[in-house]
C-alpha cells in the first residue's frame, strides 16, 4: 500500500485573507458492490491532507509548503470477505511536524458566503431549499475534474464519470468531483441521501466539508456511501474527530456520533466524488442534506419565434436581391412570382452556361434555419434550390453553401460540396445532413445570404412564389401599376370683377308731322322726271293735295 507524507512548514498567522478556507483533502476511494455490503475492502493510497488547515490567500498558487514523500508497500493480500473493523492502516507519525493525509478533494477553496442558512436553534424542521445547478448556472458549485474524471449536465441530472486512458498510473487522474458552500451545524446532516437516475461500476459519494471545532477552518471530510457500508455511517481519514475507528479509516460513525464528539461542527461545504482509482459512470439526480435539495439538469431552452419579416422583391425594387444569370439562364418578374428558367443555346457545352440564381443579404444563426420552405406556382423540369451562404466558424467569412432540395433528397436533408462541415457524407457531397447536425457540428455557424439556384447543368422552368427561411418571408412579382387621374386646373385668386350692369332704355323723342309742299305739274315736274317714277310721284302729289284740300273745306 502507497502513502505520501506531507511535513506542514510554519503556520502564517498574520496577514490572512479570510475570504476562503483550504478545505482538506480527503480519501477519495471508493468501494461498490452489487448487494450493498463492504468487500474488498483496500487501503487508501495517494492520502495527502494537510495535517493543520489554516486560511490562504485565494490568489495564491498552493497552500502547504515543504512536502516530503516516502513510499510504503503493504504486504497485505486484499481480501474476499468483508473486511472486519480496523483502526487506521497505519497512524500518524509521532513526528512533532507531520501527519499522514487524504487527497480528496484537492485544493478546493470555499467562499464564506453561505448558500444554506443555519436553523435557529429550537426551530421547527428545516424548511426544504432547493438549490438547482445548470449548465448555464452552476448554482455555486465548483467541478474539480482531473484529466480523466468529467462531468456533464443531462437533462435528467448530472452525468458524472472516470475512465483509465494513458499515461494514467493507479488511476491517479481519474477523478471527478464537485462542491459548493454550504454552513449549517452537523447535526443536521443526520439524514443523508443522494439519489441516481443510472448508474455502472463504482457511485459517486456524497461528502461533507466539516469544520469540526468551529474556528472558520476546515478540518476533513466525512464520506457517505450507503450502498458500500451501513445506512447512515460516515467515514473519513482525517485525525482529530474522536470517533471509533472502523472499515480501515480514522474514524468511522454516524452523524450523531461525529456531532456527540465535536459539538460545535458546522458543515461549510456539500459535494460528491468519484475517484481517484476507481472507474465509475452515474447520473446524479439530486443530494439532500442540511436542509436542501441539490438538484442538477439542462437549463430550460426558451424558444423565441423569430419575428416574421415579408421582402417583396419586384421589377421595380429589388429589395437587396442580386441576380447572377448566365448565357442561357434568365429570370423575370411576373404577375404570380419569379419566373426562372435556363435552356439549352449553343456553344453551350455541358450546360454549364445554363444558369440561373438570385441571393439576398441575410443575417442570424443557422439553427433557425430548421424549417425552410420553397413555393412555386408552377414548374417543369428541375426545379431551383433553396441556398444558404453560411458562415461556419462565425469569423464573418462564407465557408459554403448549403443547398436545399427536399424533393430530391428527403425533407429537411442539406448538402454541401464544401469539406470542413463535420457532417457525414452523402448521396454523393462531402455532407448530407440535417440543420440540427451541421448546428451541431457547427455551433458558431451563421448564415449570411439566402438565394435560389437553377443550374448549370441543367434545364428547367419555374415561377417562385416564396422563400420561407430564418424569420423571413421573400416574395416577388410586379410591382403595382398606380394609375393616377388627372388633376384639374386650380384657379388662381384675383381681384373680383363687377358684374356689368344694363344700359336704361332711352324712350324716343315723338316726330313731329312734316307739311310737304307738292309741286304741281304746271311747275315741270312731269318733265323733271321723264320717267314712270316722276308720273307715280305726280299721283302722289295729287293724292296729298286732295288731302290738303279737303282738310281746308273742313275747316270752313
Not at 450523531?256 to 475517484?275: H, I
Amino acid at each position: 500500500m502507497k502513502r505520501t507524507r506531507y511535513r506542514i512548514g510554519a503556520i502564517a498567522t498574520s496577514a490572512v485573507l479570510l475570504s476562503a478556507v483550504a478545505v482538506p483533502a480527503m480519501a477519495d476511494d471508493h468501494l461498490e458492490v452489487s448487494n450493498g455490503t463492504a468487500q474488498d475492502i483496500v487501503a487508501i493510497d495517494d492520502i495527502e491532507t494537510p495535517g493543520e488547515v489554516i486560511a490562504i490567500d485565494p490568489d495564491a498558487d498552493d497552500a502547504p509548503v515543504d512536502q516530503e514523500s516516502t513510499d510504503e508497500e503493504s504486504t497485505d493480500e486484499e481480501s474476499t470477505e468483508v473486511a472486519p473493523e480496523a483502526g487506521p492502516a497505519e497512524e500518524p507519525s509521532t513526528d512533532d511536524a507531520s501527519v499522514i493525509v487524504e487527497e480528496t478533494p484537492a485544493d478546493v477553496v470555499v467562499p464564506v458566503e453561505p448558500v444554506v442558512t443555519e436553523p435557529v436553534a429550537g426551530a421547527a424542521p428545516l424548511a426544504v431549499t432547493t438549490v438547482h445547478s445548470t449548465d448555464k448556472s452552476a448554482a455555486g458549485w465548483t467541478m474539480t475534474d482531473r484529466t480523466f474524471g468529467h462531468h456533464e449536465y443531462v437533462t435528467n441530472g448530472l452525468h458524472v464519470w472516470t475512465e483509465a486512458g494513458t499515461g494514467n498510473p493507479g488511476l491517479t487522474q481519474s477523478k471527478a468531483a464537485g462542491y459548493v458552500p454550504a454552513d449549517f451545524p452537523l447535526t443536521d446532516a443526520a439524514t443523508t441521501t443522494i439519489e441516481f437516475a443510472s448508474f455502472s461500476g463504482v457511485r459517486p459519494s456524497a461528502q461533507l466539508v466539516v469544520d469540526r471545532d468551529a474556528d472558520g477552518a476546515a478540518d476533513g471530510i466525512l464520506v457517505y456511501e450507503p450502498w458500500a457500508y451501513a445506512d447512515g455511517m460516515w467515514w473519513t481519514s482525517a485525525a482529530g474527530f474522536g470517533v471509533t475507528p472502523g472499515m480501515g479509516y480514522a474514524s468511522y460513525g454516524s452523524i450523531d456520533a461525529y456531532s456527540a464528539a465535536n459539538p460545535g461542527a458546522r458543515v461549510m461545504a456539500v459535494g460528491y466524488s468519484l475517484g481517484s482509482g476507481v472507474i465509475g459512470d452515474a447520473i446524479i439526480e439530486q443530494i439532500v442534506v442540511g436542509g436542501a435539495t441539490y438538484t442538477f439538469g439542462l437549463a430550460p431552452v426558451v424558444v423565441t419565434p423569430p419575428v416574421v419579416t415579408t421582402v417583396h422583391s419586384t421589377d421595380k425594387n429589388a429589395a437587396g436581391w442580386g441576380m447572377q444569370n448566365r448565357t442561357f439562364g434568365h429570370h423575370e418578374y411576373v404577375e404570380n412570382g419569379l419566373h426562372v428558367w435556363t435552356e439549352t443555346g449553343t456553344d453551350n457545352p455541358g450546360l454549364t452556361q445554363s444558369k440561373a440564381a438570385g441571393y439576398v443579404a441575410a443575417s442570424f444563426p443557422l439553427t433557425d434555419a430548421a424549417t425552410t420552405s420553397i413555393e412555386f406556382s408552377s414548374y417543369s423540369g428541375v426545379r431551383p434550390s433553396v441556398q444558404l451562404a453560411v458562415d461556419r466558424d462565425g469569423n464573418g467569412t462564407w465557408d459554403g453553401y448549403l443547398v436545399y432540395e427536399p424533393w430530391a433528397y428527403g425533407e429537411g436533408n442539406w448538402w454541401t460540396s464544401k469539406t470542413g462541415f463535420g457532417v457525414p457524407a452523402g448521396a454523393g457531397y462531402e455532407s448530407l445532413g440535417t440543420i440540427a447536425a451541421f448546428s451541431a457540428a457547427n455551433p458558431n455557424a451563421k448564415v449570411i445570404g439566402v438565394g435560389y439556384s437553377l443550374g448549370s447543368g441543367v434545364i428547367g422552368d419555374a415561377v417562385i412564389e416564396q422563400i420561407v427561411v430564418g424569420g423571413a418571408t421573400y416574395t416577388f412579382g410586379l410591382e403595382p401599376t398606380v394609375v393616377t387621374p388627372p388633376v384639374p386646373a386650380t384657379p388662381v385668386p384675383g381681384a373680383p370683377v363687377a358684374p356689368a350692369v344694363p344700359a336704361a332704355p332711352v324712350a324716343a323723342a315723338p316726330v313731329e308731322p312734316v307739311s310737304t309742299v307738292v309741286p304741281t305739274a304746271t311747275e315741270g315736274t312731269l318733265a323733271a322726271t321723264g320717267s314712270q317714277a316722276g308720273l307715280l310721284a305726280l299721283l302722289g302729289a295729287m293724292v296729298v293735295a286732295a288731302g290738303v284740300g279737303l282738310r281746308r273745306f273742313a275747316r270752313r
